[in-house]
């Protein structure tokens, strides 16, 4: 089984700040990673597939790259919209694993 | 985009069953998966497998075989999650996803919450 493993847990930042979220996984594959948003009470959203792929709808702040076996979110100029829990998953291999998630707060 | 719907919130006993149902609507339910995940309080998205909308073959996570079932109906574009011998740390959201082709979740329904307690 593929294992990743997403860092930091939590992140506090402003309106306005850059932030950037990591997902390191056991073994190489292709770009077959997504990234998700998760707030309370809604139904989780989409953001990037296929390593930097950019969802119909999301804000290009929102940007994904891959390196190897390194993926990672960067948000550019926070908006309060933003914060919420990010949660990678790869989809190249099931089981499907999903990284612990980020949790992104306002400091 | 799809559109998923989920049934209402659950509170079953341990050893009970559940089975949670996911209305879509706005794509051709045959030709998409749809997967189930959930989410424990607290804790992260956890995968538990998905069904094919076409010909209904399962592919669900080791950790559950066994215990899930899902299934569909396609005559109403629904797809169901049973989940049997439930547990106390079977409490959860419980969350229906459409698969694409390549494998990731474009939407989501917006969760059913199952709580298992004596």
């Known amino acids: 089984d593929i294992q990743i493993t997403q860092s930091p847990s939590s992140l506090s930042a402003s309106v306005g700040d850059r932030v950037t979220m990591t997902c390191r996984a056991s073994q190489g594959f292709s770009e077959a990673l997504a990234w998700y948003q998760v707030k309370p009470g809604k139904a989780p959203k989409l953001v990037v597939f296929a390593g930097s792929r950019l969802e119909d709808g999301v804000p290009s702040r929102f940007t994904g790259s891959a390196s190897g076996t390194e993926f990672t979110l960067t948000i550019n100029s926070l908006q309060p919209e933003d914060f919420a829990t990010y949660y990678c998953q790869q989809y190249y291999t099931s089981p499907y694993s999903f990284g612990q998630g980020t949790k992104l707060e306002i400091k | 985009q799809g559109h998923l719907v989920q049934s209402g919130s659950e509170v079953k006993k341990p050893g009970a069953s559940v089975k949670v149902s996911c209305k879509t609507s706005?794509?051709?339910?045959?030709?998409?998966?749809i997967s189930w995940v959930r989410q424990a309080p607290g804790q992260g998205l956890e995968w538990m497998g998905w069904v094919s909308g076409y010909n209904s073959v399962t592919t669900p996570t080791q950790g559950l075989q066994g215990r899930v079932s899902m299934t569909t109906d396609t005559s109403t574009s629904t797809a169901y999650m049973q989940l049997t011998d439930l547990r106390s740390d079977d409490t959860a959201i419980y969350y229906c996803?459409?698969?694409?082709?390549?494998?990731?979740?474009?939407?989501w329904g917006q969760g059913t919450l199952v709580t298992v307690s004596s």
């Open positions: 996803a459409r698969r694409t082709f390549l494998g990731y979740l474009d939407s």
């Open positions: 706005g794509f051709t339910f045959a030709s998409y998966s």
